[in-house]
């Protein structure tokens, strides 16, 4: 149990002190800096009072200044603490103090790949079938995307917009009229695709 504990502590150790630790505090109910662009293998410090605690949500959520925690995503408690290199994948994590996350109390952790451009990960076949479709359309995007997906119509009014992490997604179009359809796939470093779909 000794080489076990002592091994966690060591790993937990090694990744810590490898990586730059970058501190974020707070200013009343503002993060002070409230946007940090960070290298893979970097560690975010919340140094933040014990009124506080730090919660990663989605950017619809960041958006609406709620304070539902993304699954899988990190949080610290109240008082702040480490978010480690493991927790930090590349692209865009927005994260809130959950108590005061109605009063705009946000921000964001921005992960550049090594190459300091943030990786753009629909750089692969999405695919989008069947295609016409009637009742039910998949996106497959080839690897895990993280981001935002969008249904609209050929007047570009949002049909349906979904927060995703995941490596495909289903449409029920089966209520929908014929037509033409876009499907918008944004993923969480910005990176925009589109694709037409056209239903039966």
């Known amino acids: 149990m000794k080489k076990i504990l002592t091994f966690l502590a060591f790993a937990l150790y090694s990744e810590i002190a490898l990586s730059t630790i970058v501190t974020v505090v ?10 940090i662009t960070i290298n893979p293998g970097d560690t975010v410090n919340f140094s933040i009072a014990s009124i506080h605690d730090i919660a990663e949500v989605s950017q619809a959520t960041y958006a609406a200044n709620g304070n539902t925690q993304l699954a899988g995503g990190f949080s610290t408690p109240f008082g702040g603490g480490l978010v480690l290199p493991s927790q930090l994948a590349v692209g865009t994590h927005w994260y809130v103090c959950q108590p005061h996350a109605s009063m705009g109390m946000k921000g ?3 992960v550049q790949s090594a190459t300091g451009i943030a990786e753009n990960l629909l750089q692969t076949n999405i695919s989008v079938y069947p295609n016409p ?11 895990e995307v993280r981001g ?15 927060q995703i992490n995941a490596t495909t997604h289903f449409f029920d179009i089966e209520d929908k009229p014929k037509g033409i359809y876009f499907i918008t796939v944004t993923d969480a470093a910005g990176n925009k695709e589109v694709k037409k779909m056209v239903k039966m």
Do not use: D, M, W, Y
Request: no cysteine; charged share 15%.
């Open 26 to 35: 707070n200013s009343g109910f503002t993060f002070s800096p409230s946007t």
């Open 108 to 110: 964001r952790i921005i």
């Open 133 to 143: 479709a009637t009742s039910e359309v998949t996106l497959s995007f080839g690897k």
């Open 148 to 162: 935002l997906v969008q249904l609209s119509n050929a007047f570009g009014e949002v049909l349906e917009q979904v």
